[in-house]
């Protein structure tokens, strides 16, 4: 059974920095496309980073050059370095293995950040 | 960046009904699209994925179809484990994008 759980979420003021992570279980992270979606409260689905098997990682506009995506092999566990952060980035983050044409078929049960003074 | 916009944003329905949900790509995506629905404090779950194909597990009163920038995701007859949010989704050029969402109410 595949698994992902997230956590590393929390209250953070504006400006500073989270990592949050996602242990998976079940699947190689490492092999697997897997990305971070984000929804903020009451609000739709936004997509946020993948990271390819290959390594090559790829950004949504509104966090380019603020957050980065990696991933530990030994751990196969996936990450997300949030810095500069901003009220809009509050949300609860999920992360979800990727089939390969955009099919987001396994996610976590999500971590809420909230960005306020 | 592609832009996906969901029909309509909400629907009220009843129980046995059948019913359509348009999504609508601002440029061709081919049969890159993907359908998902989100309970209240769930994460979403995958439905359809290449426009038309049905995740395993998925009820067969789910059905997907379209490509280029029209798509539709219909429900044929209406359960009540069926009221949600619907969202599509698209992949082109490495960057992902959902519709804003459908939300569908028990009439």
């Known amino acids: 059974e595949v698994q992902l759980v997230e956590s590393g979420g929390g209250l953070i003021q504006p400006g500073g920095s989270l990592r949050l992570s996602c242990a998976v279980s079940?699947?190689?992270?490492?092999?697997?496309?897997m990305n971070w979606v984000r929804q903020a409260p009451g609000k739709g689905l936004e997509w946020v980073s993948v990271?390819?098997?290959?390594?090559?990682?790829f950004y949504a506009d509104s966090v380019k050059g603020r957050f980065t995506i990696s991933r530990d092999n030994s751990k196969n566990t996936l990450y997300l370095q949030m810095n500069s952060l901003r009220a809009e980035d509050t949300a609860i983050y999920y992360c979800?293995?990727?089939?390969?044409?955009?099919?987001?078929?396994?996610w976590g049960q999500g971590t809420l950040v909230t960005v306020s003074s | 960046d592609i832009q996906l916009t969901q029909s309509p944003s909400f629907l009220s329905a009843s129980v046995g009904d059948r019913v359509t949900i348009t999504c609508r790509a601002s440029?061709?995506?081919?049969?890159?699209l993907a359908w998902y629905q989100q309970k209240p404090g769930k994460a979403p779950r995958l439905l359809i994925y290449?426009?038309?194909t049905l995740q395993s597990g998925v009820p067969s009163r789910f059905s997907g179809s379209g490509s280029g920038t029209e798509f539709t995701l219909t429900i044929s007859s209406l359960q009540p484990e069926d009221f949600a949010t619907y969202y599509c989704?698209?992949?082109?050029?490495?960057?992902?994008?959902f519709g804003q969402g459908t939300k569908l109410e028990i009439k």
């Open positions: 290449a426009a038309s």
């Open positions: 079940g699947i190689i992270v490492s092999s697997n496309y």
């Open positions: 979800a293995r990727d089939l390969g044409q955009g099919e987001f078929d396994c």
């Open positions: 989704q698209q992949l082109n050029s490495y960057s992902y994008t």
């Open positions: 990271l390819y098997a290959g390594g090559s990682t």
């Open positions: 440029q061709g995506i081919s049969s890159y």
